[in-house]
Every structure is written in structure tokens, then in C-alpha cells.
């Protein structure tokens, strides 16, 4: 007897925020060898076209918008949902970071950093779950958190509190979601090699970027790492796992 595929996404469409770079564009990459169709979703269309390039099928589109502008997102996955069909699944990777200590914080760079990371994901969820949009046997929602929602660490506060609402507030969307087979989950990188991350090491010493990477027990992650990931939990045949928070950290918590 033939066996059954471990994931497939075949004749799915997802939604990947923030693909246009970094995770988002490796979580994209991997749905797309399992064979997704991807909306892709960002603020620069050639970086998304670049993403698009990148996928196994030519099935993607692309959605140029700021997910800021909370008034568009509903009306831009309806008119996807009427011109292509269903949606199957949201990943929210669109994210905003800002490192700085308590007595630097601002009021309108903290709102700046809880629209993107959780007041638009919340609006992408809800738009994407419409009884109209949705695929009627339900779907699967993850939002990319971070370990900075688990653990304390100096001068993360703002993007620390906008992360860890998300995780609150999905193991709530799991809950209520669950009768209609819809599964919500997040997943926590800790800290993964990224073209913002490796602009942000030149602001450190070596020394100083050696001593974070040994923080890690098995060192720093890939992109590809938290994609693997990502795959497996909004994956249609793991149909019984909701309201989790996968950590994908080497080993940095665990500590």
C-alpha cells in the first residue's frame, strides 16, 4: 500500500505575511515544495517578486500591503478569496523590532511595534477565518512569535510584551476556533541567521557576537530551521495540534 505524503499541501492556499525576506521568505520556500499555492505578502513587491522566484511552482501571488493599514486587509483577502478561491491558512511573520532600554521607550514606537506583531495579525486571522474566505472543513493559523515572549532579556520590553500578547491571545483563538476545525498555533525562534540579524552583529564586537551565539547549545539557527517548522504545524494532516508554542531554539531555553 502506498503511503501517504508526511505533509502536503497540495491544492492549498496560504497566506505568508513578511515574505518578502528572512523567515517569511524561507517559510514560503518550504510550503511551496510541499505545494502550496502562497499569497505572498509584503510592503516591496520586488522583494516579493524575488521571493516568488525562489518558490518550486509558478502558482503564487503577491499582496503589496502594509499591514498598518488595518482598514485594507479584510478587503484584500476577500477580493483574493473571490478571485482565486478558498484560503486554507495564515502564517503571520511580519514582524518589528526595536532594541532599547526602558528609559528610551516611547509611546509611538511601542504602539509602532504592537500594530505590526499583534493588532494586524489578529485583523489577518480574523479576515482569513471569514466563513466566506475560509476553506468550509476548516484551516490553520500560526503566528511566528519569539523566545523574548518566554525569557527576559535587557532592552527587548516593547517587542518582549508584543510578543507574548500574540501567545496569549492564540491559545485563546485555539479555543474558540477549535469548533469549526480551524487550529491556531505559535512558533518561538530563538535567534536565527537573517539579513537583519547579521546587520545587526556589526553593531557588536566579536567578542560580543561570539558570547551570544555560546549561548546557544547547539548555536545559531537558519532561517530554514524555523521554516521545517512552520511546515509541520500548519501541515493539513496534524490535525490535532492547536494552541501550542513550539519552541525552535537550540536548546537556549532549555538551559
Known amino acids: 500500500m502506498e503511503s501517504k505524503p508526511f505533509i502536503d ?3 492549498k492556499k496560504v497566506v505568508v505575511t513578511g515574505a518578502s525576506s528572512g523567515i517569511g521568505r524561507a517559510i514560503s520556500v518550504e510550503l511551496s515544495r510541499y505545494g502550496a499555492t502562497l499569497i505572498l505578502v509584503g510592503r516591496d513587491r520586488k522583494r516579493l517578486d524575488e521571493t516568488a522566484s525562489l518558490l518550486d511552482s509558478d502558482n503564487s501571488h503577491t499582496m503589496v500591503l502594509d499591514l498598518r493599514e488595518y482598514s485594507e486587509i479584510l478587503s484584500k483577502i476577500k477580493e483574493f478569496s473571490r478571485e482565486f478561491g478558498r484560503i486554507y491558512g495564515l502564517c503571520h511573520c511580519a514582524g ?8 528610551s521607550i516611547k509611546v509611538d514606537g511601542l504602539k509602532s511595534m504592537l500594530d505590526v506583531n499583534l493588532v494586524s495579525g489578529i485583523e489577518l486571522a480574523r479576515s482569513v477565518c471569514r466563513r466566506d474566505v475560509m476553506e468550509e472543513k476548516g484551516g490553520s493559523i500560526l503566528f511566528i ?4 515572549a518566554l ?5 527587548q520590553i516593547a517587542y518582549s510584551a508584543s510578543k507574548g500578547a500574540v501567545n496569549s491571545a492564540v491559545r485563546t483563538m485555539a479555543v474558540e476556533l477549535a469548533r469549526r476545525q480551524i487550529r491556531v498555533n505559535t512558533l518561538s525562534p530563538g535567534l536565527v541567521r537573517t539579513d537583519m540579524t547579521n546587520e545587526a552583529f556589526k553593531l557588536l564586537t566579536e567578542e560580543q557576537v561570539k558570547k551570544l551565539e555560546q549561548s546557544f547549545p547547539l548555536g545559531v539557527g537558519s ?9 509541520y504545524l500548519l501541515a493539513p494532516q496534524n490535525r490535532w495540534i492547536t494552541g501550542i508554542d513550539l519552541v525552535v531554539d537550540g536548546g537556549y531555553t532549555a538551559r
Open 151 to 155: 525569557v527576559g532579556m535587557p532592552g
Open 9 to 11: 499541501f497540495q491544492g
Open 96 to 103: 518589528v523590532v526595536e532594541t532599547l532600554p526602558l528609559s
Open 223 to 231: 532561517s530554514g530551521d524555523v521554516a521545517r517548522a512552520a511546515a
Open 145 to 148: 512569535s519569539s523566545i523574548y
